[in-house]
């Protein structure tokens, strides 16, 4: 593509499939957040939403850790962003817990870089394993293939708030 994304594999196995729309996604979201001051990058969609590509971001940091190493891994790592780092079961998260809120001292070249560094150790994390190598979530086993579809959902979803968040920021429109 022109600004830079790889269109993921159009004829290929089930694990390279899963592996580049992911990395698709993550582009996507990277793409909108391009350019933008840490003024626009906290704009929020509309009041009362506080909605912003930075917290979109720190989000996203969140649902990385969560499923690729706490739910995966069962590592007990703390959260990224937000007053209240410590480790949480899936089941007490909440929208304040998720990224989303956005600190005084925040800033999006931060947010972006530990977004990075967290879907490098997911990477890292997931390949080694089989798609069926299973984590656990709310009290059920979870397979690497389940989790794949489950980030490329949540990106996808949040991609689309990301396209009219820089929208509403400076005009940008686009995929």
Known sequence: MPDGRTIPALTADERTTLESWLAFHR???????????DDQ?????????????????QHM?????????RVL??????LVHGPDR????L??????????EVDDDATLAGALAAWRAETATADANAAPLPLDATGEAL???VSL????????????????????????????AGY
């Not at 979201?29 to 001051?37: M, P, S, V």
């Not at 891994?73 to 703390?78: C, D, G, N, T």
């Not at 007490?92 to 990224?99: F, N, Q, R, V």
């Not at 009219?164 to 940008?172: I, T």
């Open 27 to 37: 582009a996507t979201l990277a793409h909108k957040c391009t350019g933008l001051t």
């Open 41 to 57: 990058a906290r704009t929020a969609a509309a009041p009362p939403s506080r909605l912003s590509l930075l917290g979109l971001v």
């Open 61 to 69: 940091t969140e649902v990385e850790r969560v499923w690729f190493r």
């Open 73 to 78: 891994l069962k590592e007990a790592v703390p």
């Open 86 to 89: 410590t480790p949480k079961r």
């Open 91 to 100: 089941e007490d998260m909440d929208e304040t817990s998720g990224g989303f």
């Open 139 to 141: 009290g059920k086993k």
């Open 145 to 172: 293939r389940w989790i794949y579809v489950h980030m490329i959902e949540e990106y996808a979803r949040h991609n689309g708030h990301a396209d009219l968040l820089r929208e509403r920021v400076d005009g940008s």
